[in-house]
């Protein structure tokens, strides 16, 4: 599904999200969007092991970009699908939720531990702002060589570098070089690689 385009001088919702503005999500399109992705994954969760062709069609249909080798075990969530790009060689453990309302970019190599979130979405403080149920989004890019351990948390505008090891349990907030393991709440340098 495509949604690109010339939508004129008023920006459409979708292109606000990408662009990271403030942006209303019960747009009909992005709404639509959205659904399109809880189907392809309730499809996806219900496949095995022997599915493989079926798990990789899926998956290359709902992702903006894959490497060859793509393996998620069920189940697995996300907001949009088309939003989040991936290296060669890339493996998820269950329970993943990604909520790619911007751009998603995971290199290389890359292993995600079970009940892992990774979320672009980002509300106001302001409590008035935010019941009226606009929102933002900050992109989130994760290196080549990256293992990030179960029940991690990595949060909107991450930069994760290359061979970076994220302990389990960490609550990821701010972005971290190459080479180093990262744990804790918020996660700070445990030791270089």
């Given at each position: 599904?495509s949604?690109?385009?010339?939508f ?11 662009s990271?503005?403030?942006?209303d ?7 639509q969007?959205?659904?399109?992705a809880?189907?392809?994954t ?6 095995n ?9 899926l998956?290359?249909g709902l ?9 998620i075990?069920?189940?697995?969530n996300c ?14 453990n269950?329970g993943c939720?990604?909520?790619?309302c ?12 079970p009940q ?10 302001d ?5 009226s149920?606009i929102?933002f989004?900050?992109?989130i890019?994760i290196?080549?060589?990256c293992?990030?351990g ?12 290359d061979?970076v ?12 070089p190459?080479?180093v393991v990262i ?11």
């Amino acid at each position: 599904m495509s949604f690109s385009g010339n939508f004129g001088s008023e920006m459409s919702e979708l292109n606000k999200m990408i662009s990271g503005e403030i942006y209303d999500p019960s747009d009909e399109t992005l709404s639509q969007m959205r659904a399109n992705a809880r189907e392809i994954t309730a499809r996806y969760n219900v496949t095995n092991r022997d599915q493989k062709s079926e798990r990789d069609e899926l998956l290359k249909g709902l992702f903006g970009r894959t490497g060859n080798d793509i393996k998620i075990e069920p189940n697995f969530n996300c907001d949009y699908g088309q939003n989040i790009i991936v290296g060669e060689n890339f493996y998820v453990n269950f329970g993943c939720v990604i909520l790619d309302c911007a751009e998603i970019t995971i290199g290389d190599n890359c292993m995600i531990g079970p009940q892992v979130g990774i979320y672009t979405a980002c509300h106001p403080i302001d409590p008035i702002e935010r019941i009226s149920g606009i929102e933002f989004a900050k992109p989130i890019t994760i290196g080549d060589n990256c293992w990030i351990g179960g029940h991690a948390t990595i949060n909107p505008g991450v930069i994760l570098g290359d061979n970076v090891v994220v302990a389990s349990g960490a609550v990821v907030t701010k972005s971290f070089p190459d080479n180093v393991v990262i744990g804790g709440n918020p996660a700070r340098v445990l030791k270089d690689i």
